[in-house]
């Protein structure tokens, strides 16, 4: 079964409003989540870091006012896209920390953001 | 730094026969590599991966990929495909730093002829 769960899966919202992703990991507590991002027809793409207790690191070019990450708890990590503009529109997919090294990643089932 | 590059943006095969697709990565050390499959409109799934081990590896629905040091190369092959194959496909390498981040390939769309 599933280990991460996301939610919601897809969402359409305006132009200005903002859209709220979760990401939960099922199977253990979870230190360290990642958010990526895919453009159509693209590449995944890591956007941030989520790391429980303390502020989310983004990777380069991320605007960090704009996805705020929040990992409160060992299991849940959400992404906030505020203001969200046409172009923000994307597939918002998540992982957790893996357990071993080596190990796979377990990603969630993804979020389809449109902006219209 | 990490990173892997997937040689064909499009694979079109028709059903019954061999897919091959092509992966190469750079990597300062000896690195961990996926492969991992996204239907449309779906998560990723992982097809298999290596981790330093074997450097034949066998994955799931028949897929299978060798790790060649040499050429630097984790090619995906399968001996016949089959329609449900049809999707995009991700060479991916662990960073393997504290975080573990992924590093993705820009995909293979692989299409599958009747």
């Known amino acids: 079964g599933a280990v991460v769960s996301q939610h919601p899966s897809w969402v359409i919202c305006k132009s200005g409003t903002s859209v709220k992703i979760e990401c939960r990991s099922l199977d253990f507590q979870a230190t360290t989540m990642f958010w990526y991002r895919q453009f159509p027809k693209q590449s995944l793409m890591l956007m941030a870091t989520s790391n429980e207790g303390s502020k989310a690191t983004y990777e380069q070019g991320v605007e960090k006012d704009k996805f705020l990450i929040n990992h409160a708890s060992l299991t849940l990590s959400t992404l906030t896209v505020t203001s969200a503009h046409p172009e923000d529109s994307s597939f918002y997919i998540c992982t957790r920390d893996s357990l071993h090294v080596n190990t796979e990643a377990f990603f969630g089932q993804g979020t389809r953001l449109t902006v219209v | 730094a990490q990173s892997v590059t997937q040689l064909d943006s499009h694979v079109s095969v028709s059903e019954g026969t061999p897919v091959l697709l092509r992966c190469n990565y750079s990597?300062?050390?000896?690195?961990?590599l996926f492969w991992y499959v996204q239907h449309p409109n779906k998560g990723l799934q992982l097809l298999l991966k290596?981790?330093?081990?074997?450097?034949l590896v066998k994955g799931i629905n028949g897929f299978e990929a060798e790790f060649k040091k040499s050429e630097t190369s984790f090619h995906l092959t399968k001996p016949s495909a089959h329609m449900s194959d049809a999707a995009e496909y991700f060479c991916?390498?662990?960073?393997?730093?504290?975080?573990?981040?992924?590093?993705f390939g820009s995909g293979t769309r692989l299409l599958v002829r009747p």
């Open positions: 991916v390498v662990s960073a393997l730093d504290s975080s573990y981040k992924l590093i």
């Open positions: 290596y981790t330093s081990a074997a450097t």
């Open positions: 990597s300062s050390y000896s690195p961990s």
